[in-house]
């Protein structure tokens, strides 16, 4: 039995322009997670990641403070059972 989990992510804030996808694909890369990171039209970024609970948690935690350039204002989770879709974590197109 997988303890693999999924988390999606809305972050908010000054989140567009300051290099937070590929921080966050480096920081996922670096934690062992995979899915991905893409802008959406509304200035926010979305995230959808699996990986291990505690990988998970410390990737969620990056994310409230992201980039140095970064100012998040909120982080609002989903979570749900992992898929296993996913090879590796990638920057996707705006939605």
């Known amino acids: ?5 999924r988390v999606t992510l809305r ?3 000054m989140v ?4 937070y996808r590929e921080s966050a694909r ?3 890369l670096r934690l062992g997670l995979s899915g991905w990171v893409r802008n959406r039209s509304d200035s926010s ?4 990641v699996e990986g291990e609970p505690g990988a998970l948690e410390d990737f969620i935690r990056w994310c409230h403070s992201g ?3 970064a100012r998040v ?3 609002a989770r989903t979570d749900g059972q992992a898929s296993g879709e996913f090879r590796t974590f990638t ?5």
């Not at 039995?1 to 989990?5: D, E, G, I, P």
């Not at 567009?16 to 290099?19: A, I, L």
């Not at 970024?45 to 959808?48: D, L, R």
């Open 26 to 28: 480096q920081e996922a």
């Open 45 to 48: 970024v979305e995230a959808t």
């Open 67 to 69: 980039p140095r350039m």
């Open 11 to 13: 972050i908010q804030g």
């Open 73 to 75: 204002t909120d982080v």
């Open 91 to 95: 920057v996707e197109r705006t939605s």
């Open 1 to 5: 039995m997988s303890t693999q989990r």
């Open 16 to 19: 567009q322009g300051v290099s």
